[in-house]
């Protein structure tokens, strides 16, 4: 960040590991103004997942892992 310049730099974002949490802790204590986030499609992704359980989207859940399940077979058939 100091190469480029901390005033170009607005946010940190990064997986919630603990190597990276502390990363994030130790930029925003020399630079207090940026903006730390976590990593939002892995949130988007867990959120996702919580919906997909609901009883309302069983059969869209039901029909998508058929197809998904279909496209790997077919992928390991043909050796891709």
Same mark, same amino acid.
């Given at each position: 960040? =100091?190469?480029?310049? /901390?005033?170009?730099?607005a946010?940190? #974002?990064?997986?919630?590991?603990? +190597?990276?949490? @502390?990363?994030?802790?130790?930029?925003? =204590?020399?630079?207090? /103004?940026?903006?730390?986030?976590?990593? #939002?499609?892995?949130?988007?992704? +867990?959120?996702? @997942?919580?919906?997909?359980k609901?009883?309302?989207?069983?059969?869209?859940?039901h029909?998508?892992?058929?197809?998904?399940?279909?496209?790997?077979?077919?992928?390991?058939?043909?050796?891709?």
């Open positions: 960040m =100091k190469k480029i310049g /901390l005033k170009k730099a946010g940190v #974002v990064s997986d919630n590991t603990g +190597n990276t949490r @502390k990363a994030r802790r130790l930029i925003r =204590k020399s630079v207090p /103004l940026i903006v730390d986030l976590q990593d #939002v499609c892995h949130l988007l992704h +867990n959120m996702i @997942k919580q919906i997909s609901l009883l309302y989207f069983k059969d869209v859940s029909s998508s892992l058929y197809t998904y399940c279909m496209l790997v077979s077919k992928h390991h058939q043909y050796g891709f």
